[in-house]
Each structure stands twice: as structure tokens, then as C-alpha cells.
């Protein structure tokens, strides 16, 4: 009893100490020798406040959201000169890319999922996290106000305003349902781990429903229709996790139904995956058809009841069909938070929040946005031309000689990124090409530009500008860049590496944020993946889909969550997806 007693007020110790552990464990690596530790670093959201107040110096960081670009920012953040607080309803950050495998049981949902607090615990920096949601914010005064996501009575304590120096908004974005009537009450949706437990949970009550021996064959049929909206990358797979579920598992568990199952993909455009290549679209167009999945083009939804759904086909027919199940994947919209301060900052006219080139919100100090919620609005050539001819012109002749254009070539093309591009696409090796076609058959040293040339030898160089897609590898990149600006501020004030500034002196303090097109994959089903990898290589079949456990694996954001997918994705082949309903 003493023994049990011992360890028991042991345990308790350091349970209730957890800094002593660190003081063993460097006891017992000197040999014994005595080391002093004190920890000086608070990670309770309560002492926030006062952990400011004591160190005045430090810069006060705001991040909002815990998606894929605010995870990222708070992973690659290594300058201890912040004091960072993190704000978002949702405590733990969600690997998206593998929701479809949750809505089947292919992958557990608490194995794509990592606490907050666990990520910023590792850092040693001063970030602190706060359940609670962004309803204002006030770029005026430098505030944002919030209101806790608890639902406990918190005695009118439930909103507060919390200052800032710097803002990062990283918030995302919302289902877009483009107001069609009834997609908000009937539809599923797919962008949080909720949603995909939901589905998961109605996904077996349409089996069980269709089970109960008193219902005619109309009533299993329907109870057993999918449908799914949107031929983009989350509805093809989730259309492939549901046919694969069906087919290897659902037959054994429910053999007296499973021919009664329809799974449908309705998409309004002419072909799914267009954001794809071509040769991956036509094969999994095919390969569905092959699989019996009912693939509806052309066909735009007008209208969800609780009963049926309706389509206007491209003649302009309206067409009804019965569901047990409708799952809602067409794209994104801003949340009402970025919608009114897009009001407060005069872009109202804009769809999603527009930053310049270095993640700064257009018409705010000091105020970042990244992600879903926010776009590059990348700066024309055009409208710059003047200023870019009269920095180039040094010796203020009115015209430019091919030497001139070379020694700033770097940083239009850094600025610019169209310039290159619109190069690549022409199949030229240099701007100095450029012009040369635009003069003729002149020699390439006695090429000489007016203002009126050089427009119009780049006239049509802005037709190249693209908006990035809305995707978590963009966000994740974005996080990464926007951390390392943060992490080289003082430095870079010193030395600027960015850009010569066209319309100012000097240098910009950092490069433009540039995205890097690392591939994507589609997962079809049937253990069949197709990628789309730089350099336009295209791949489809089964390597494929080992090159996406591969990669899927090696992004989780912690050890834990990499073992966990790898574990469930092992335990799949062997004992099957798990077709409970908890």
C-alpha cells in the first residue's frame, strides 16, 4: 500500500508540474549534475493579456483561422519578437484533402485532425490560442472583435476586442450554393470533418432505412439514390469512396439491397474535372461509366425539396428525380465577415478579398490575408509602362537601347510574372526577342524604343494574368512565404531583396509571393488515381495511386496523424471500412 501510495503522489506531481519532467530528463542525461530550468513562456489563452503588457516590444500578431494557410503560418513562424494569438472556432487543424475517405469509413475522422494547442505547444514562441469566432474587424483602430465558440453561459463575457499590429486573416470560405432554394435545408455538405461525419452517419442510415422489411421497392430504391452536385475533385471522389464502399463492403452487409443502389453526378458544366487535363477527364468519364456510376452532364440544379431534386438539362427541360441522399461540392463563397469588411475597405464589387503580391489587403496597413477568403490581384504591365520606361531610361533620352531593357529585365519579370510567361508561351528566350519582333528586321544592338513602342510590344503581354485556384496547396504555400517575410522583417528592412519599386525609390523589402504548381491527383476509385504533375506528365492506374499514399501520407501535419491515415489505410485492406454509424 505505501509502494502504491508513492507513486501514486508521484505521478500526481508531475502531472500537476509538467516542467519537472524536462528538469529529470536533463538530471538525468548530465549525470546527475544539478541544472537549473525555469519556464518563462505562458500558453494559457487567459494570460494573453499580460503576457503583452510585460513585453511591450513585441509586435502584436493576430491570426484567424486554423485552415490550411493560418496552420501553415503558425508551423514556419520562427521570429520570437511576436506575440501571436490565434483565434478560430474550430481548435484543431483538418488535412481536407482526405474528408471523402472519412464520409466511408476508409479513414477515421480523428486521424486527419490535430489539436491547435498540440501544434503551437511545439514552437516555444509566445502564440496563444483562443476558441472563438471573428465576427468584426476594425482596420481603423486596429481591433478585431470576437465572440466565444462555447456554448456555455459565460455571463456576458462571450464577446471581447483584441488589438493587433499586424492581421493575419486566414479564415477561408464558405459553401457556395449560388441561392438555389433548398440547398441549405436538404443538402450535405463536404468542407469540415463535421460534414463528413455527417454524411458517414446518413450514409448508413439510407442501408438500414432500406432494410426495414415493410417498404416497397420504390421506397428502397429511393432511400438508396446518392446524388452528388459538383464534378469537381471533392464530388469524383467522393462518388468513387461511395462505389468502392458500395461494392466491397456494402455487398457483404447488406446483400438483400445492394442492387437497389444509384449513385448520380450531376455537373452543370460539359465535362468533370476541368480543371484537369483532358486525357484524365475523358478517362474518368469512361471509367464511371464502366463502374455504373450515372454521370449527368449539362445538368444544372434548380431546386432541392425534401423529396427530389431538380435539373435544368441544356435544352431547358426541367427534370425531377427522388435522393435518400443529396451531397452539395460546386465551389466556395467569402463569409459574411470578409463580405463586410470587404464593404468597410471600399471593395465591395469584389467577389473575395484582393491582396497585392506580398499577401497585403489593398487599402489596409499592416493587414494580411491568404487562402480561400482572399486573391492576388497582380498588378498589370500596362498599367505601370510609363514609370517602367522612365526607370529604365537612365540617361533620359526618350528612348530605350537593348542594354537598358536587360539591366532591369530581372525585376519586370520578378513583378510581372505575366512577362514571363507570356515569353514562355510565345516560345521566346528573352523580353529583348520581344522586341525585336516588334521592330522587324532590325539587329538586336541597334534596337531602340519610344514610349508608344514599348506598349505596344507588351500589349498583350497582361492577357496571361490568372487568378491561383482555391486550393490547400496554395494556402499552404501562402502560409509559408507569409511566415518567412515575418520571420526576415527586420532584416529585410535593412537590406531589401525584392523588386526595383517602379513608381518609388529603392527596393521592394521582399520577393512577390509566387506559387509553385506542385501536381494534383484525382482519385477515381477502384484503387486507380490519376496525377497531374509538372512538366504536364500525366499518370492514371494503380502507381498512381501508391504515388498518392505516398504523398498524402508524408503531408500530415504531425507524426501522429501520418501513422494514424497509414494505419487505417492498412487496416481497410484487411478487415475493410468500418460501417458503424458513431
Not at 504591365?381 to 533620352?397: G, L, Q, T, Y
Request: hydrophobic share 35%; charged share 25%.
Amino acid at each position: 500500500m505505501r509502494s502504491s501510495t508513492f507513486f501514486e503522489r508521484f505521478s500526481r506531481t508531475f502531472h500537476d508540474h509538467p516542467s519537472l519532467v524536462k528538469l529529470l530528463v536533463v538530471f538525468t542525461v548530465t549525470g546527475g549534475s544539478l541544472v537549473a530550468s525555469a519556464e518563462s513562456k505562458s500558453y494559457d489563452g487567459m494570460n494573453v493579456v499580460n503576457s503583452h503588457e510585460a513585453d511591450s516590444k513585441k509586435k502584436k500578431v493576430v491570426v484567424l483561422g486554423t485552415g490550411w494557410a493560418g496552420t501553415s503560418f503558425l508551423k514556419n513562424l520562427k521570429n520570437s519578437a511576436y506575440d501571436v494569438q490565434v483565434l478560430s472556432p474550430r481548435n484543431y487543424f483538418a488535412f481536407t484533402p482526405l474528408l471523402p475517405s472519412v464520409t466511408c469509413g476508409t479513414v477515421e475522422a480523428r486521424s486527419v485532425v490535430e489539436p491547435v494547442r498540440r501544434i503551437i505547444r511545439k514552437k516555444h514562441l509566445d502564440i496563444h490560442y483562443c476558441e472563438a469566432e471573428c465576427f468584426k474587424i476594425d482596420a481603423q483602430n486596429k481591433k478585431v472583435y470576437c465572440r466565444s465558440a462555447q456554448d456555455t453561459n459565460l455571463k456576458g463575457e462571450e464577446e471581447f476586442a483584441v488589438d493587433y499590429d499586424y492581421l493575419v486573416i486566414a479564415v477561408g470560405a464558405r459553401v457556395n450554393t449560388f441561392n438555389t432554394p433548398g440547398v441549405e435545408e436538404h443538402c450535405h455538405f463536404l468542407k469540415e470533418v463535421e460534414d463528413a461525419q455527417k454524411i458517414r452517419r446518413t450514409v448508413m442510415d439510407c442501408f438500414e432505412r432500406a432494410s426495414i422489411p415493410t417498404l416497397s421497392d420504390e421506397e428502397r430504391k429511393k432511400a438508396l439514390q446518392f446524388v452528388i452536385v459538383g464534378g469537381g475533385p471533392t464530388g469524383v471522389e467522393f462518388a468513387a469512396e461511395l462505389h468502392d464502399f458500395v461494392n466491397e463492403d456494402i455487398v457483404k452487409l447488406y446483400p438483400q439491397v445492394k442492387d437497389l443502389v444509384k449513385i448520380t453526378l450531376l455537373e452543370a458544366g460539359g465535362h468533370i474535372l476541368n480543371m484537369f487535363d483532358k486525357r484524365i477527364t475523358a478517362f474518368a468519364e469512361k471509367k464511371f461509366q464502366r463502374d455504373g456510376i450515372e454521370l449527368k452532364t449539362g445538368s444544372m440544379v434548380v431546386k432541392v425539396s425534401d423529396t427530389e431534386i431538380s435539373t435544368k438539362e441544356r435544352s431547358g427541360e426541367i427534370s425531377s428525380m427522388p435522393y435518400g441522399m443529396v451531397v452539395w461540392s460546386t465551389g466556395i463563397a467569402s463569409r459574411p465577415l470578409i463580405m463586410d469588411f470587404m464593404k468597410q475597405i471600399g471593395q465591395a464589387n469584389r467577389r473575395v478579398l484582393a491582396t497585392d503580391e506580398w499577401l497585403r489587403v489593398e487599402g489596409c496597413e499592416n493587414v494580411y490575408a491568404m487562402g480561400d477568403c482572399a486573391t492576388i490581384n497582380q498588378r498589370k504591365v500596362m498599367e505601370d509602362i510609363s514609370a517602367i520606361f522612365r526607370k529604365a531610361d537612365k540617361d533620359n533620352s526618350g528612348t530605350l537601347t537593348v542594354k537598358e531593357v536587360q539591366e532591369v529585365i530581372d525585376d519586370i519579370c520578378e513583378r510581372y510574372p505575366q512577362v514571363e510567361l507570356y515569353l514562355k508561351n510565345k516560345q521566346m528566350n528573352s523580353i529583348v526577342d520581344l522586341l525585336k519582333e516588334s521592330k522587324g528586321d532590325v539587329a538586336k544592338e541597334s534596337i531602340e524604343l519610344d514610349i508608344e513602342e514599348l506598349k505596344k510590344a507588351l500589349s498583350e503581354v497582361d492577357s496571361q494574368m490568372k487568378n491561383l485556384p482555391a486550393t490547400a496547396q496554395v494556402a499552404a504555400q501562402q502560409g509559408v512565404y507569409l511566415a518567412d517575410c515575418f520571420n526576415r522583417m527586420e532584416e529585410a528592412e535593412n537590406n531589401p531583396e525584392g523588386p526595383l519599386r517602379f513608381r518609388g525609390e529603392g527596393r521592394h523589402k521582399f520577393r512577390p509571393f509566387r506559387y509553385r504548381h506542385l501536381g494534383q491527383f484525382a482519385p477515381l476509385g477502384g484503387e486507380q488515381t490519376a496525377a497531374q504533375l509538372p512538366g504536364d506528365w500525366v499518370s492514371i492506374g494503380r502507381s498512381s495511386q501508391w504515388l498518392w499514399y505516398s504523398v498524402y501520407a508524408s503531408k500530415q501535419v504531425s507524426w501522429r496523424t501520418r501513422v494514424l491515415v497509414v494505419f487505417d489505410w492498412s487496416k481497410r485492406f484487411v478487415f475493410g471500412r468500418d460501417s458503424s454509424r458513431i
